[in-house]
């Protein structure tokens, strides 16, 4: 069964990090591009970052400003995500998804919280 | 710039169309994908590079374009349709966005 599995949230306070990690089953993550979205509580989709097939490009929205890194390990099916000088307003829902070549957002994880709170 | 703009609610009767507009100056070049999310579910992708549907969506669900505008058409509405409606696309350089998302209400 083809699948993505997220862990690494929790409760921190801001200013801390947090690592993010993105399992894969079902399907040789190396063939496709990972993205993470995330969703605050109560409210919409929101892009955060994108790491290519093989790890040689990476893309982050503008609000990342340098917080966070996507790193990927196709050895072991993983994708990271360091999350660094954490805000409040990071504090949401965090899939990871997968993209095919040419196509949509087509296989998404249930999420991991990050709950960022003093 | 990246922003697409979509009604916050729609309300629709049993049976009936509901029409999901998606706004913003890139969609004139770019692809628009559309995602459904049901409560305490990830989202699922139901229409991608404007008008392709995935295999297993329902063809009830279709989407369209015009100059700056995207739609997603959902015919012969259901109750199971009852969900938020989200636009997407990707520019050039592989930065991607969501629209600010849709309520469909079945009545």
């Known amino acids: 069964q083809v699948q993505l599995e997220e862990s690494g949230g929790g409760v921190v306070q801001p200013g801390t990090s947090l690592r993010l990690s993105c399992a894969a089953s079902g399907f040789i993550l190396r063939d496709y591009a990972i993205h993470w979205v995330r969703q605050a509580p109560g409210k919409g989709l929101e892009w955060v970052t994108v790491?290519?097939?093989?790890?040689?490009?990476?893309k982050y929205a503008e609000f990342v400003k340098g917080r966070f890194t996507i790193s990927r390990d196709n050895t072991n099916n993983t994708v990271d995500l360091l999350l660094t000088s954490l805000r409040l307003e990071d504090t949401a829902l965090y899939y990871c998804?997968?993209?095919?070549?040419?196509?949509?957002?087509?296989?998404w994880g249930r999420g991991t919280m990050v709950t960022v709170s003093s | 710039s990246l922003e697409l703009t979509q009604p916050s609610a729609v309300s629709v009767s049993p049976g009936q169309t509901a029409r999901i507009t998606c706004s913003g100056d890139?969609?004139?070049?770019?692809?628009t994908y559309w995602y459904q999310q049901k409560p305490g579910q990830a989202p699922i992708l139901l229409i991608y590079?404007?008008?392709q549907r995935p295999s297993g969506i329902p063809e009830r669900f279709s989407g369209s374009t015009s100059g700056t505008t995207a739609t997603l058409t959902i015919s012969g509405v259901r109750a199971e349709d009852e969900a938020d409606y989200y636009c997407q696309l990707a520019d050039s350089s592989g930065i991607y966005v969501f629209g600010t998302g849709t309520t469909v209400s079945v009545l």
């Open positions: 890139a969609l004139l070049n770019l692809y």
């Open positions: 590079k404007d008008v």
């Open positions: 998804v997968r993209r095919p070549q040419a196509y949509g957002l087509d296989v």
């Open positions: 790491i290519s097939y093989d790890g040689s490009n990476k």
